[in-house]
């Protein structure tokens, strides 16, 4: 079992950053893949970056690439998520995830967070 927990959502104006963390605790694995959801009101889940955690390779999606940026520290079994160039668009809850592969299919992932808010003002 893996619990996963995502934290530093919040409000910030277009243009603007933030940086999202998704800690992990329970039985971990070191070959997993740890994904970025998100799904704004009324819209379908989706996939924003996965990272391979023993490897490091990566794969983000067209919307986000050269603005938001994932990477670990495996000291401290976490997941960032580095967002910057924010825009209203962006608005949705950010859900972490873990699965066996990088990739952007939601239902290829076994563990998710609770989720985190991230509101961006035009």
């Known amino acids: 079992q893996v619990q996963l927990v995502e934290s530093g959502g919040g409000l910030v104006q277009a243009g603007g950053s933030l940086r999202l963390s998704c800690a992990a605790s329970g039985r971990t694995f070191s070959s997993y893949a740890v994904g970025w959801f998100r799904q704004a009101p009324g819209k379908e889940r989706e996939f924003v970056v996965a990272?391979?955690?023993?490897?490091?390779?990566?794969f983000y999606a067209d919307s986000v690439k050269g603005r938001f940026t994932i990477y670990r520290d495996n000291a401290k079994n976490t997941v960032y998520l580095q967002m910057n160039s924010l825009r209203p668009e962006d608005t949705a809850v950010y859900y972490c995830?873990?699965?066996?592969?990088?990739?952007?299919?939601?239902?290829?992932?076994?563990?998710w967070g609770q989720g985190t808010q991230v509101t961006v003002s035009s």
């Open positions: 990272i391979n955690w023993s490897g490091g390779s990566t």
């Open positions: 995830a873990v699965g066996g592969n990088v990739v952007p299919d939601p239902d290829e992932y076994d563990y």
